[in-house]
């Protein structure tokens, strides 16, 4: 790491002293990207940081893992198509997309930091929190406390949504 890092990090920085922290083992993929995973029953998610230094918003996605697929190998490789989805085109009816998604509409208005995400061209599902930093960078403290709310919130709703799904087949 060079000196001009050291006095300045950069957002994806602290996040892996936050992972380092919490002796999470995560995959940096770029400056701008680290990838890392959770396992809190009965959810299994994919942790996705982003920097939008365009937006200085560094953005954290949470993916909660289809465990009735198979892992495609370590963190990051082969996950993102195991995220749980709710699509036409993996099986669900119309009405069970409909539902879900009034559901995701119901969580989003309740919920006060992030949002749930559904895309329409394949169904993924994942919850979403996005961290301005304008004219200062993240602070352990605050990415930890987003780490924990995704968390919480991921495990609460997401088996909702597969019960929901399960129930009205």
């Known amino acids: ?3 001009i890092r050291l006095l300045f990090p950069q957002p994806t920085d602290i996040v892996a002293q936050t ?3 919490r002796s999470w083992r995560f995959l940096r993929v770029s400056d701008t990207m680290i990838i890392t995973g959770a396992v809190i029953p009965p959810s299994r998610c994919l942790i996705v940081f982003t920097d939008d230094q365009k937006r200085k ?3 954290i996605f949470f993916f909660d893992l289809d465990t009735a697929r198979e892992d495609t190998g370590p963190i990051g490789q082969g996950f ?3 995220n749980f989805k709710v699509h036409e085109n ?3 009816t119309q009405e069970q997309v409909n ?3 009034e559901r995701l509409m119901a ?5 006060l930091l992030g949002r749930f995400e559904r895309d329409p061209e394949d169904g993924e599902i994942r919850f979403s929190i996005a961290l301005p930093y304008r004219n200062r960078r993240p602070t352990v403290a605050q990415i ?3 780490i924990n709310m995704g968390l919480e919130t991921v495990t609460r709703v997401m088996p909702q949504i597969r019960h929901l799904v399960e129930r009205s087949w």
């Open 19 to 21: 992972l380092a922290k």
């Open 90 to 92: 993996e099986g669900h």
């Open 99 to 101: 539902k879900v998604c």
């Open 57 to 59: 918003t560094l953005c």
């Open 1 to 3: 790491m060079n000196v």
């Open 144 to 146: 930890d406390w987003c």
């Open 107 to 111: 969580e989003n208005f309740r919920i």
């Open 80 to 82: 993102l198509q195991a």
